[in-house]
Nanobody
Framework: QVQLQESGPGLVKPSQTLSLTCSVS??????????WSWIRRPPGKGLEWIGY???????YYSPSLKSRTSISRDTSKNQFTLQLSSVTPEDTAVYYC?????????????????WGQGTQVTVSA
């Protein structure tokens, strides 16, 4: 069974780059038709999809965050990472990594197969 674990700093200063890593166990990040996403929940708000990296390495980002977002993967370490640049306090949230297969992927954020436990990131000076 695939398990996901986020890691990274819990506090980031404004204007800096937020960097998080998701470590994958119980399965390969290169498995056919798997999609690996980053999702966040700001305080008092709903879930917001940030972007994904697919099994081919192709990426796609939320239009509202595209200019500041980069998702990459390291197949040798079975990890994928999120970088969000020029952060502001509005980027404060619990950040989750998530897995969908080729069917649930097309059902959107309400159909996640595996969630990481989430990690709190606070943007503050």
């Amino acid at each position: 069974q695939v398990q996901l674990q986020e890691s990274g700093p819990g506090l980031v200063k404004p204007s800096q780059t937020l960097s998080l890593t998701c470590s994958v166990s119980g399965g390969s990040i290169s498995t056919d038709v798997y999609y690996w996403s980053w999702i966040r929940r700001p305080p008092g708000k709903g879930l917001e999809w940030i972007g994904y990296i697919g099994y081919t390495g192709r990426t796609y980002y939320s239009p509202s965050l595209k200019s500041r977002t980069s998702i990459s993967r390291d197949t040798s370490k079975n990890q994928f990472t999120l970088q969000l640049s020029s952060v502001t306090p509005e980027d404060t949230a619990v950040y989750y990594c998530a897995l969908q297969n080729g069917i649930t992927f097309y059902k959107g954020i309400d159909a996640i197969d595996v969630w990481g436990q989430g990690t709190q990131v606070t943007v503050s000076a």
